[in-house]
């Protein structure tokens, strides 16, 4: 817009613009970065997925160089910074951070089932400035035990992301029961969980885990019979604890009885007591590698320090996960009963920075979402801030500086925001960068 301004001014004035900038880039070889402000907001997301409202989306990230009321010919060079991080829209509310050097928890959310999850996530990464997602996390339908046992069609598109770098880790919810969120009757629940401690259904599970090795993801971690403790799933655990954990036992010495499997088994029940405590369906450290939960901003008016100490509360996971020398996840978190809850969302992300769970997913669809869901616009901020431009690794490779222009005058200093002058590729690709004006430029010439 400023470079249409530009554009409007005599031919004479861009001539001579360009004329000094030549100079003092040929005087000099390069010249200060300017005219290419970092990153102004996310791209929205495609048609295929929930775009969020403008007016509730966070405030684009500002850019730095302010607006030029003069014109000076400055030579730009292709941008060698990383974006900046936007301020949090409220900056005493900014989520605790690691300190530098130190690990960052493996993040990503949940945004659909099959390829349209895959395809997401790339636009929600925009969304967070560039961060990247490196936990892809879906489930298997648990309608029937054909689903269950993972067709090609389902899984292709996820192993293709998992294995497209060594870092990422795919999350695999598996029901243990088909049918699983058909309202079977307690009794039918009983004997489903016995027939499978007895082995009727191994033949299943073989067959998923085969499919897994066969699709290199051999290392997924599955989150097996989830929420276990609530009465949602045919696959739960209340009618009769002692079978459902032989019955786990059983899956996971069928699955890691294939050829190549790397697989982890989380443990995953929902946060607090529910239908039975969790703790009476745990199968044992022989079978669990990670101890799960699922935690959502509920019961309504329930703070999020009561959810903390309630029992079989977040801290009580902790403990457990301690005592059992086991690491934490959370596969399902978000808001819920009590709205767009923006301390909630601070709450949870310093938990998590703390903690330090293997990885964590929020599940983003409405009520619980903060990209799809544009329900949540406080929430959105707080997410998009503590996230924005993140690096995950261990130790981020320095920032390079900015190369050094001695021959260029001292006095008084060249301002740092101008507008790019157009004159095309190849003038730019002669003069190693793009030519920048601003509107003082006889000023600090005289």
Same mark, same amino acid.
């Given at each position: 817009m400023v470079l249409q301004q530009c554009r409007a001014r005599t031919r004479r004035l861009a001539v001579v613009a360009a004329a000094v900038a030549v100079s003092a880039a040929l005087a000099s070889g390069t010249g200060f970065a300017a005219g290419t402000g970092p990153f102004a907001g996310p791209p929205a997301p495609s048609a295929a997925i929930p775009t969020p409202s403008a007016s509730t989306l966070p405030d684009a990230v500002p850019s730095a160089a302010p607006q030029a009321s003069t014109v000076t010919p400055v030579l730009t060079n292709p941008p060698v /910074?990383?974006?900046?991080?936007?301020?949090?829209?409220?900056p005493s509310a900014a989520p605790t951070t690691s300190a530098p050097g130190s690990e960052r928890p493996a993040f990503g959310a949940f945004l659909d089932s099959g390829d349209r999850g895959v395809q997401a996530m790339s636009k929600f990464s925009s969304w967070l400035g560039g961060t990247e997602l490196r936990v892809g996390h879906t489930y298997l339908p648990g309608d029937l035990w054909s689903n269950i046992e993972g067709t090609r069609g389902f899984l292709e598109g996820w192993a293709r992301w998992r294995t497209a770098k060594d870092d990422r880790i795919?999350? &695999?919810?598996?029901?243990?029961?088909?049918?699983?969120?058909?309202g079977v009757s307690d009794a039918e629940v009983r004997l489903l969980l016995r027939q499978g401690a007895a082995g009727h259904f191994d033949h299943h599970f073989r067959a998923l885990a085969e499919r897994l090795v066969a699709l290199k993801v051999p290392d997924t971690v599955l989150v097996l019979g989830w929420e276990m403790n609530g009465t949602t799933y045919t696959h739960r655990c209340g009618p009769d604890p002692e079978a459902w954990?032989?019955?786990?036992? =059983?899956?996971?010495?069928?699955?890691?009885?294939?050829?190549g499997q790397e697989f982890r088994f989380d443990f995953t029940p929902s946060r607090g007591r529910d239908a039975v405590p969790w703790t009476q369906c745990y199968p044992g450290d022989e079978t669990v590698d990670i101890i799960g939960m699922d935690t959502y901003d509920q019961p309504r008016g329930v703070s999020f320090d009561e959810q903390v100490k309630e029992p079989y509360g977040l801290q009580a996971q902790v403990d457990f996960a301690k005592s059992h +020398?086991?690491?934490?996840?959370?596969?399902?978190?978000?808001?819920?009963?009590?709205? +767009?809850?923006?301390?909630?969302?601070? =709450?949870?992300?310093?938990?998590? +920075?703390? %903690?330090?769970?293997?990885?964590? !997913? &929020? !599940? +983003?669809?409405?009520? %619980?979402?903060?990209?799809?869901?544009a329900a949540n616009p406080r929430s959105s901020r707080v997410y998009r801030s503590a996230l924005f431009g993140r690096v995950d690794e261990? /130790?981020?490779?320095?920032?390079p500086s900015l190369p050094t222009t001695p021959s260029l005058p001292t006095a008084p200093l060249l301002p740092t925001g101008c507008s790019p002058l157009n004159l095309g590729d190849w003038a730019e690709r002669w003069l190693g960068g793009r030519l920048c004006l601003r509107l003082d430029w006889w000023s600090w010439t005289r």
């Open positions: /910074t990383e974006p900046s991080k936007p301020a949090p829209a409220n795919f999350v &695999l919810n598996v029901p243990m029961q088909e049918r699983n969120e058909a954990k032989r019955y786990w036992n =059983r899956i996971v010495t069928t699955m890691r009885s294939v050829p +020398d086991k690491p934490i996840s959370y596969p399902e978190w978000g808001l819920f009963r009590n709205g +767009d809850n923006a301390e909630y969302m601070r =709450r949870m992300l310093d938990w998590i +920075d703390v %903690h330090k769970p293997l990885y964590n !997913t &929020l !599940t +983003d669809y409405c009520p %619980h979402g903060v990209w799809q869901c261990p /130790t981020a490779s320095p920032t």
